[in-house]
């Protein structure tokens, strides 16, 4: 079985998706091989598996990027989130935090507007995912500051010029960004969900500062459309069974990922939902499609 990713090796998909198909493989009984195909915010990996045969070779391992986000980032869609593809198994949440250059004089939130309300078009933020170009735009609206937007194919590279320097800051999922603040190559400053994370509790919220933010990413598994009944349903049931795991609730959870599932009703209704959501985000922050 393959499963397509549409973010580069490293990022917070493919780590935790790599713990997951080495559980659904031995349950299955096959090699599961990972195929990472970055670029154009997730359209190429989503447009190769919509055009896929729906057999259950070929899944499409994605978030709110590819299913959520697009329609409303991109001017010319090669797919279709709902009509091209099988909802499968939702396998939980990524959540993001804010992270700038430690060189940046601010520790917190607050601190940060105020050095860009001071300086306008000083600071940038990188992307890497539509997770990371929502909020920035969000940021910048809400906090009514001047950011210029420094888009990348996938959160590594985006993370690296953060790193460097280069780029002031940035929306990354917890996973990819958290080994960098541990080792205070960046600082964290607040987590994007309403909600405080149990993952980072030390952290804030975006919303205790820039009021009405809220922004979370999820993460499932997909086939192409009209895939056998049967087959979704084996694939859910094992999916749901590895993510359910203590042990590997502990894995995930180690790597930034909150993890649960539901049935593929369950799924399929919530991709609906999560569309409605997003075109709200993106069209409140004021993002034009590209």
Same mark, same amino acid.
């Given at each position: 079985i393959t499963l397509v990713l549409p973010f580069a090796?490293?990022?917070? +998909?493919d780590t935790t998706t790599r713990i997951i198909s080495m559980e659904l493989g +031995?349950?299955?009984?096959t090699s599961m091989v990972i195929e990472n195909k970055a670029g154009a915010n997730g359209s190429i990996a989503a447009?190769?598996?919509a055009r896929s045969a729906p057999d259950g070779y070929t899944l499409f391992v994605t978030t709110n990027t590819s299913h959520s986000a697009n329609p409303y980032l991109l001017k010319t869609m090669t797919y279709d989130?709902?009509?091209d593809f099988t909802p499968i198994a939702r396998t939980g949440d990524l959540p993001f935090m804010l992270v700038i250059h430690p060189d940046i004089p601010a520790n917190s939130v607050a601190e940060l507007i105020a050095l860009a309300k001071k300086e306008p078009g000083k600071y940038s933020y990188a992307s890497g995912s539509s997770s990371a170009i929502v909020s920035g735009a969000t940021f910048a609206r809400l906090a009514g500051i001047d950011l210029l937007h420094v888009p990348y194919k996938s959160s590594p590279p985006a993370l690296t010029d953060v790193i460097a320097g280069r780029v002031s800051m940035m929306f990354v999922d917890v996973l990819t960004g958290l080994p960098h603040v541990n080792g205070k190559a960046l600082k964290a400053l607040a987590v +994007? +969900?309403?909600q405080p994370s149990a993952l980072l509790p030390q952290l804030p919220t975006m919303d205790a500062t820039v009021k009405g933010f809220d922004i979370s990413s999820w993460q499932g598994y997909f086939g192409p459309a009209n895939m056998p009944?049967?087959?979704v349903v084996r694939l859910n049931a094992e999916i749901r069974k590895i993510v359910e795991r203590p042990d590997i609730k502990a894995q995930l959870a180690e790597?930034?990922? &909150?993890a649960f599932s539901g049935t593929p009703e369950e799924f399929d209704t919530f991709v609906k939902d999560q569309l409605k959501v997003w075109e709200k985000l993106i069209t409140e922050a004021g993002? &034009?499609?590209q």
């Open positions: 090796a490293g990022s917070g +998909t +031995t349950a299955l009984g447009s190769f598996v989130p709902i009509k +994007t +969900t309403k009944r049967d087959v790597r930034g990922m &909150e993002i &034009e499609k």
